[in-house]
């Protein structure tokens, strides 16, 4: 890294929180301090904003880094995680988006409390979102501290702690001051720089191999090292049964867990209507499926001109691979060209980090203010007092998050997405879907769906070869690993679904068909939706 790229990098950075801390200022003098301000930015939000929001939401550094350094290294096999990004949004759109805008108000347990015993739904609900929640926040932390201390050149534990505190307090900044307005501000300004900046490599990689992808493709080939196998199905998760069994539970972690995300499920609610709300989601697929299009030729681009070798050189999991992409269609690391175009992605990089911890953090803290505090109070609290929680629980949430990010630093950022992904699957979506669908749905299948799910894939992960076992553990030096996968989709999952049936079959509560008859007709008119 030269001093040329250290400091344009760095004024990029730099130019990126100043706009953004100066829509958070402006926002936060203009609202008004109502939970509906803070939580949902007024309800005031187009389809297309909220679209692009969403985007912004969803394309994260796992996207835009991991995914094209996977692709970069294993071919084939890397596709396959993009086609499970993408595929997710299908469940959205047909089985949630609508019916979860009509059921809810700010938060998933809205939906799932319409019409059973609030407080152990509530509680239970909440405390599973806020898992999630910081799960996949100390992923983007994690992968900003890696990342940002790489491209400015400080390689140092202390360089990379620094970096994570930092991103954790512009994070709990953009929250507490903005809420959801400022929050979907951010993200639409950041969807706009990446899908920019990715179209733009697109466009350089194709010049490079004059619009000829069998050309791109066959070089990228011969490039890697395996030949034909880089175009092929296998090379990273066809070796033995077991890594063929991790994939299909990575696959239904990332099919299914993504409409259980709490800061995804919370868009939802800033658009005035479900109208609006299905659109939104139409929006999204097009950006997302678009910006996921480009990253196929990005990561062969990366193979093919880059090399695996050099990509493996500055990153054993590859997730440099698209800033040393552009530094060589730049025209190299000593051109100018290269500098700018280096520095360009770094930032972009650097924005797609912040406008996802600051989305994440506002989901969880409503999670605890409007959930876990306000069913703990054993009434309602007020507005105005609960949008207050939810400030200092932005702070709280900061804080745990940077303290398991440094913990953490070490540990493989693609793990903890598939992880925080796994746990949505697992124990929110069972208790929403049968929420939405099941007339004989009980208060304790609701909690033990949640409960069900959550506490076997955090249970097994602790057991898996993640945690120890093997010399690429969190743990290297000790061995309790008894469950052979690293992601715990394929038994959590179904263990979720499985747990909310059992509690609702032996469950003495009568199901209340007054309330069910009320919320199906709200989910799929709009009636009475706040």
């Not at 809205?110 to 405390?127: C, L, Q």
């Not at 070796?239 to 994939?247: A, E, I, L, N, V």
């Not at 796994?422 to 609701?446: C, H, I, M």
């Amino acid at each position: 890294m030269t001093g040329h790229h250290q400091t344009l990098a760095l004024f990029l950075f730099s130019a990126f929180i100043a706009v953004t801390l100066a829509i958070t200022t402006w926002v936060g003098r203009n609202r008004q301090g109502s939970a509906e301000e803070f939580y949902a930015g007024g309800r005031l939000f187009s389809p297309m904003e909220n679209g692009f929001a969403i985007a912004g939401d969803y394309m994260s550094a796992a996207s835009f880094l991991g995914l094209t350094g996977l692709i970069a290294l294993f071919g084939y096999d890397g596709l396959l995680y993009a086609v499970g990004f993408q595929v997710a949004w299908l469940v959205v759109l047909f089985l949630v988006a609508e019916l979860v805008r009509n059921c809810g108000r700010f938060t998933l347990a809205d939906v799932v409390a319409a019409r059973m015993s609030e407080r152990p739904v509530r509680i239970a609900t909440g405390t599973s979102s806020v898992t999630v929640s910081v799960l996949y926040l100390v992923a983007q932390m994690v992968g900003a501290g890696s990342l940002v201390a790489l491209l400015l050149g400080g390689t140092s534990p202390v360089a990379r702690a620094w970096t994570v505190i930092g991103v954790g307090a512009l994070m709990v900044i953009y929250v507490s001051l903005g809420g959801m307005r400022a929050t979907t501000w951010i993200q639409i300004v950041k969807a706009v720089l990446l899908l920019a900046g990715t179209v733009a490599l697109t466009v350089l990689v194709l010049l490079r191999f004059h619009g000829d992808l069998d050309r791109l493709l066959l070089t990228a080939a011969e490039r890697s090292g395996h030949g034909d196998a880089f175009l092929a199905p296998g090379l990273r998760y066809g070796g033995d049964w077991t890594s063929r069994f991790d994939f299909i539970s990575l696959g239904l972690a990332l099919v299914l867990g993504t409409a259980g995300l709490p800061h995804i499920l919370s868009r939802f609610y800033t658009v005035p209507t479900a109208r609006a709300a299905r659109r939104s989601v139409l929006w999204a697929i097009g950006l997302i499926g678009g910006f996921y299009l480009m990253t196929f030729v990005l990561g062969f681009g990366a193979a093919a001109v880059v090399g695996p070798e050099a990509i493996r050189g500055a990153n054993a999991a590859g997730n440099t691979a698209i800033p040393l992409l552009a530094l060589d269609l730049g025209g190299g690391a000593d051109s100018t060209g290269g500098t700018v175009l280096f520095a360009v992605v770094a930032a972009v990089a650097f924005a797609t980090i912040l406008a996802v911890v600051a989305g994440i953090t506002l989901a969880s803290s409503a999670s605890v203010a409007h959930d876990l505090y306000a069913s703990l109070r054993r009434r309602r609290a007020k507005q105005r007092s609960e949008v207050a929680v939810a400030r200092v629980a932005s702070v709280g949430i900061g804080v745990v998050s940077i303290a398991l990010s440094l913990l953490a630093r070490d540990l493989n950022v693609a793990f903890l997405v598939g992880l925080a992904f796994a746990v949505a699957a697992s124990a929110n979506l069972p208790a929403l879907l049968y929420s939405l669908f099941w007339r004989g749905f009980t208060t304790r299948g609701a909690v033990w769906a949640v409960y069900g799910g959550l506490i076997p894939a955090l249970v097994l992960v602790v057991l898996s070869p993640v945690v120890s076992g093997s010399p690429a553990s969190l743990f290297p030096g000790v061995d309790f690993q008894y469950f052979p996968l690293q992601n715990p989709g394929l038994v959590s999952i179904p263990a979720g679904f499985l747990a909310g049936w059992l509690g609702t079959v032996t469950s003495s509560e009568t199901p209340d068909e007054a309330k069910h008859a009320e919320t199906e007709v709200r989910s799929l008119t709009g009636a009475g939706a706040a």
